[in-house]
């Protein structure tokens, strides 16, 4: 017997918890299904040494409730993941969310039949008129495929599955596979504890410093005071963060005045960076300034300098593959225990039973960490079997690359709303603020519908195929397509390469949606 609810929402990260809590607010009866067995998605599954965010703490945080906001208090300005974890148990508990999901639940297969979904789980089936699918952007990790591990006597870990019960490095010999956000976080706090680490790297990355630090009373309360304004203006930013927007060109300037602004910029704006001047990601002699400025900055922190052709990025676009921030990731390398191994010139062959085998030797080690990163974007919404109205379904839609209408219904699929996903600013934003948007937004289309006696919302395949187009040809505008990143689709071998979220920014993508609301749901139809 399947248990009926009116809408399940798919995933307890931070977007599922906010469905509930708003859609049962408005009277829906809701059940989150979670294929984990704890509460927080990113931030249960993540529990490397060295994860935080990378939006300033008072911004990675619900906007919904002021007493929330003024009552929690971070002590860093990037927070950790235990505290992110600590902040979302609490939202938990103050707004009992807990009792409305469902752990260990995973979906496996959703059959969209009589103007609702069938939705069936590792743990029971349910029926609900409408699906939230709250799966995330990077919660599907990725292994880097070496043959052999069957055969490895050490320890093989993910970063995004790290044990709960933490793991002791201290004296051992570690390989770190991989240098996007998560390895260049790791790699500094794992080179203090082992006895020797080696580092993995394929594609060097322009890493911006973090700029942590504890967050002060005097700080927590100059932002409480202001706590309001802050969420608006981030909401009417272009990236969703409370950083002022500059209008000016990169080229606009003189190469002396330019150097000062970054030379500001630089130890004080962590991933804000990227928003030095409004034309880095537009206009390729501005990137080149931006990317010589950052080269220079790392060369300055490597004091080995054979290093260097391997550490310094070159032949793509700074930003065009997300920058990681990152915490003396560079001046690990000036240790006389960390190795750089440069995949590009000696791959990895595979695991031997003592370590991994390189195209030179063997390099033995107690402990191989894959810091591969995710099926992004979409493999959360394609790993189950999802069948829309006559018999489709998601794989077969979205062969060819992520198909949506706002980046919030999938023609075809009715009743079924997709939270921070492709075709929306997701990954490009403060996605806690995209999340927060999305699940007003489909809350106010479910009441409309409601109010309207409709029981079935979709969205019109003109629509879609228009947003499509305009995803596209946005993303064309800008530098992002010139490297070969997860935006893109090359994080997985043979994925479609398509640009996956939307560049018009988080202001405008708002403005885009105040203006469909207004034209009576324009795209949209509810029978
Ligand atoms: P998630 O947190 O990924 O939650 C999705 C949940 O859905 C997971 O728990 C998963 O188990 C569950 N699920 C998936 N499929 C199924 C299924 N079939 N059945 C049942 N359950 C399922 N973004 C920022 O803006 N700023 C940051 O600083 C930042 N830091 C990050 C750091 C790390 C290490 C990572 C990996 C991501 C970071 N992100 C950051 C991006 C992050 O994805 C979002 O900020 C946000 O946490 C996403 O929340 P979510 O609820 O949408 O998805
Ligand atoms: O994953 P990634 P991530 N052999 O895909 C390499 C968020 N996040 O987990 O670049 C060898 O970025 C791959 O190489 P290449 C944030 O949005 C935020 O690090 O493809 N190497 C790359 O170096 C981030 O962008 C924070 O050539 C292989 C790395 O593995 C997103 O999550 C912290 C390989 C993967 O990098 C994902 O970050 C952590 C192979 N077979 C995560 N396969 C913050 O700081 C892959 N690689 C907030």
Redesign the pocket.
């Known amino acids: 017997m399947a248990t009926e609810v009116d809408v399940v929402v798919v995933g307890a990260g931070f977007a599922g918890l906010r469905a509930l809590h708003t859609l049962r607010g408005r009277g829906y009866r809701v059940a989150v299904l979670e294929a984990g067995d704890g509460i927080g998605g990113v931030w249960h599954w993540?529990r490397y040494p060295g994860?935080?965010?990378?939006?300033r703490s008072h911004d990675y945080s619900y906007g919904f409730d002021p007493d929330l906001e003024q009552e929690w208090r971070w002590t860093e300005r990037?927070a950790t993941q235990p505290e992110i974890l600590r902040y979302i148990d609490h939202v938990v508990e103050r707004f009992d969310l807990a009792r409305d999901v469902h752990l260990r639940t995973r979906v496996t297969r959703m059959v969209f039949a009589d103007d609702g979904w069938d939705v069936e789980t590792s743990a029971g089936t349910w029926r609900a008129r409408f699906v939230v699918m709250a799966t995330g952007?990077?919660s599907i990790p990725?292994d880097?495929?070496?043959p052999g591990q069957d055969r490895y006597r050490g320890t093989v870990l993910h970063?995004?599955r790290w044990p709960r019960e933490g793991v002791d490095l201290t004296g051992q010999r570690v390989g770190v596979?991989?240098?996007?956000?998560?390895?260049?976080?790791l790699v500094p706090v794992v080179a203090e504890q082992a006895a020797h680490l080696t580092v993995?790297?394929?594609?060097p990355?322009f890493s911006i410093p973090?700029t942590n630090a504890p967050v002060d009373d005097e700080e927590d309360a100059a932002v409480k005071a202001v706590y309001r304004e802050r969420r608006e203006a981030a909401r009417n930013s272009p990236t969703g963060l409370s950083f002022p927007v500059v209008r000016q060109s990169a080229l606009e300037v003189t190469p002396e005045e330019r150097r000062r602004h970054y030379d500001e910029q630089w130890p004080t704006t962590g991933f804000g960076f990227l928003l030095s001047y409004r034309d880095l990601m537009l206009d390729e002699r501005a990137n080149d300034t931006v990317a010589d400025y950052v080269r220079e900055r790392i060369a300055a922190k490597v004091t080995k300098p054979e290093l260097l052709p391997h550490l310094l990025p070159q032949g793509y676009p700074f930003g065009a593959?997300?920058p990681?921030?990152d915490s003396g990731y560079f001046e690990t390398f000036n240790r006389d225990d960390v190795e750089l191994v440069d995949?590009r010139d000696t791959p990895?062959t595979g695991f031997t039973e003592r370590g991994l085998q390189t195209a030179e030797r063997e390099i033995e080690l107690d402990v191989v960490v894959f810091?591969?990163?995710?099926d992004?974007m979409t493999g959360a919404l394609l790993k189950p079997e999802i069948v829309g109205r006559d018999g489709q379904t998601l794989r077969e839609a979205w062969a060819a690359g992520p198909r949506t209408y706002l980046g919030l219904q999938v023609a075809g699929f009715p009743n079924m709303f997709l939270v921070a996903g492709p075709g929306s600013p997701s990954?490009l934003s403060n996605v806690l603020l995209s999340i927060e948007q999305h699940v007003d937004w489909i809350a106010d289309l479910l009441d409309a519908a409601a109010a309207r006696g409709a029981g079935v919302v979709q969205v019109t395949p003109e629509a879609e195929s228009g947003w499509v187009a305009h995803v596209n040809e946005r993303a064309e505008a800008t530098l992002y397509p010139r490297a070969?990143?997860?935006y893109m689709g090359?994080?997985v071998p043979g994925k479609p390469r398509v640009f996956t979220p939307y560049v018009g920014g988080v202001r405008g993508y708002k403005r885009i949606l105040e203006r469909v609301v207004a034209d009576d749901y324009d795209g949209f139809t509810m029978t």
């Not at 994860?51 to 939006?55: E, K, S, T």
């Not at 993995?200 to 594609?203: C, K, L, S």
């Open positions: 993540n994860a935080r965010c990378d939006v990037y952007q990077l990725k880097p495929e070496l970063t995004a596979i991989g240098t996007g956000s998560s390895g260049t976080q993995f790297q394929r594609t990355n973090a593959k997300r990681p921030v995949v990895v810091a591969t990163g995710f992004a990954l070969r990143s997860y090359d994080d």
